[in-house]
């Protein structure tokens, strides 16, 4: 197995590689879950080539505003990648993803279950070509178990995960996060696998499949509502913004909006009663421990929204601040992407498009000291690096055109 890309990033100004500058990645996914994993590889130097259908692509091209005819969201996730199409159901499109894979070391595929194996782009044939190959694979809901077939969605994770069941109002209808977070947090669960795969790989030269799911993501973040119902056999159900485990923990009405409070421990609430005037509230025998304060979590923002009512947020975000108390406002995404922390973190760039000239994207969360993540390229056009690809697997021009004209790529 080698691996094609090991060059210091032309962009970094003191010459060092990027994190992952060694690191070949085969992008088989479409949509989300899959190529945000991807784009979490790419950010940090790995060259992922982004295998898509000829004629349309990724499904996500389309959708949402466009920009050069592909969609806003495809261009989110799909930064520092190249492109090339090849129709996977052709053999000779099938030898080249093979060809790929032989020649990288990671592929990751978010397929139902068996269908690249029936392509003769399984697990098992692929790992027979190259066995240090690491073999990712995110699904509805796993390679495994009686679900393995089904189609699944953020939507349905998030409901068939219990995602859903404490989320929203109490008595209200069924609500979901507003953001796909099955979605994401498949891509990310996927991405910490393969970066585990690939350290046993470099004590054995041996690959692995990493195998994740949608679902699975909604039951491992049910951490605390999953502790309670444990601990305790009651079913959580929806909380508003509220905290499950601890007290006062949510959203709170004051004169002109709401401001947020996380004062759950015996020191933050008393200095919490102490900003509100009423330090005589943490002494309280309905609210002196965190168990009073749970058995009690109406009543008790009740009367902290009484005091809060006489004031606008701005005050109590400034008078929790000085006090130390964990608090803030509820921005909207214009807000948060203007907010100052998010703009000195580097989560919001602007860059250069190549056709369409200024452009702001969403940064990456992971801050390396040593090899910081790089907006090297942007999304790439359909297929804009086929003959370049194919070229680096040894293919040669006759060979290119006798590929287009079977209509493998």
Known sequence: MTSLHGTPDPNR??????????????????????????????????????????????????????????????????RNKRSITINLKSAAGAEVVARLAERSDVLIENYRPGVLDAAGLGYDALSRRNPALI????????QTGPYRTRGGFDLIAQGMSGLMSVTGEPGGVPVKAGYPVTDLGAGMFCAYGILAALAYRNRTGRGQQV????????????????????????????????????????????????????????????????????????????????????????????????LLLA???????????????????????????????????????????????????IGNPVQLSATPWQLRNAAPALGQHTTEILQELGYDGGEIDALRRGAAI
Request: charge should be negative.
């Open 13 to 78: 100004t003191d010459g060092a590689p990027a994190a992952l500058s060694e690191l070949r990645v085969v992008d088989l996914t479409e949509n989300l879950a899959g190529p945000y994993c991807a784009m979490l590889l790419a950010d940090l130097g790995a060259d992922v080539i982004k295998v898509e259908r000829p004629g349309a692509g990724d499904s996500q091209r389309g959708h949402g505003p466009l920009i050069q005819g592909a969609g806003l969201p495809f261009t989110m996730v799909n």
């Open 135 to 142: 073999y990712a694979s995110i699904s509805g809901f796993g």
């Open 211 to 306: 195998d994740t799911s949608l679902f699975e993501t909604g039951l491992a973040w049910s951490v605390w509502q999953a502790a309670k119902f444990l601990g305790s056999g009651e079913i959580p159900a929806p909380m508003e913004s509220a905290h499950p485990l601890s007290a006062p923990y949510q959203a709170f009405r004051t004169r002109d909006g709401h401001v947020i409070v996380g004062a759950g421990s015996q020191s933050l609430f008393a200095r919490l009663c102490a900003a509100l005037g009423q330090p005589e509230l943490a002494d309280d025998l309905r609210f002196r421990t965190q168990p009073d304060r749970m058995q009690r979590t109406a009543e008790l923002a009740e009367e902290i929204e009484r």
């Open 311 to 361: 004031k606008d947020s701005r005050h109590w975000l400034a008078v929790f601040t000085e006090a130390g108390i964990p608090c803030g406002p509820i921005h909207n995404v214009a807000q948060a992407l203007a907010d100052p922390q998010a703009i000195a973190r580097g989560m919001v760039v602007e860059y250069d498009h190549p056709q369409i000239g200024a452009t702001t994207m």
